[in-house]
């Protein structure tokens, strides 16, 4: 069975960071890209990051370049997300979601129920 | 970036009855060397995360039943429900994976009447 969970979200302060977790089982890790999507409670969904099975081709949204930081630890079967100078408008819940191909190009087959981060003082 | 609009944004269908969905991408989606259109569809019920429907615009994700089915090619695509169940009720988004950044639109909210 696909299982990925998110872990690391919270309660932060503006202008701290977080790194958010993601612990996958049930397949392959390193056959299959990966991503991020988040969500604004009530919203709609919103493409963060996307890394190739090898870490060879790391793309982000135009508008969280510099401060988001995607890897992946093949080895460990773990995807990572790294938020620095959190805002207010980060809150949302973080979901991590697997790709149905080794690239960026294909559906999100499989999620995980998301983990919330919320930024506030 | 690629612009996916979808319309409408919120609609109410007697069970049973017929639901459609339309998106309009800002790009073709097609991919030549393929003819594979980089589109898929997700459902989104309150308090979960996505699910994925269909994907290659009509391609139905295992498991999905056939009521679902999707549609379109190039810049105009279409998920029909074909007869809805109360189950149906969510936001369906459609999302082009043909060129980062990847983008959803905007989500339309599906209702019984």
């Known amino acids: 069975e696909v299982q990925l969970v998110e872990s690391g979200g919270g309660l932060v302060q503006p202008g701290r960071s977080l790194r958010l977790s993601c612990a996958v089982s049930?397949?392959?890790?390193?056959?299959?890209?990966m991503h991020w999507v988040r969500q604004v409670p009530g919203k709609g969904l919103e493409w963060v990051s996307g890394?190739?099975?090898?870490?060879?081709?790391?793309q982000y949204a135009d508008s969280l370049k510099g401060r988001f930081t995607i890897s992946r630890d093949n080895a460990k079967n773990s995807l990572f997300l790294q938020v620095d100078s959190l805002r207010a408008e980060d809150t949302a819940f973080y979901y991590c979601?697997?790709?149905?191909?080794?690239?960026?190009?294909?559906?999100?087959?499989?999620w995980g129920q998301g983990t919330l981060v919320t930024v506030s003082s | 970036d690629i612009v996916m609009t979808q319309s409408p944004d919120s609609l109410a269908v007697s069970l049973g009855e017929r639901a459609t969905i339309n998106c309009k991408s800002g790009r073709n989606l097609l991919y030549r060397s393929n003819n594979k259109n980089y589109l898929a569809w997700y459902q989104q019920k309150p308090g979960q995360p996505p699910k994925l429907l269909i994907y290659?615009?009509?391609t139905r994700e295992s498991g999905v039943p056939d009521r679902f089915s999707g549609s379109g090619s190039g810049t105009d695509f279409t998920l029909t429900i074909s007869s809805l169940q109360a189950e149906d009720v969510a936001v369906y988004y459609c999302q082009q994976y043909y060129d980062p950044p990847l983008t959803f639109g905007g989500g339309t909210k599906v209702d019984i009447k």
């Open positions: 049930g397949f392959t890790f390193d056959d299959y890209g």
């Open positions: 290659w615009a009509s």
């Open positions: 979601a697997k790709g149905g191909v080794a690239s960026l190009a294909g559906p999100f087959d499989f």
């Open positions: 890394i190739t099975w090898n870490s060879g081709n790391i």
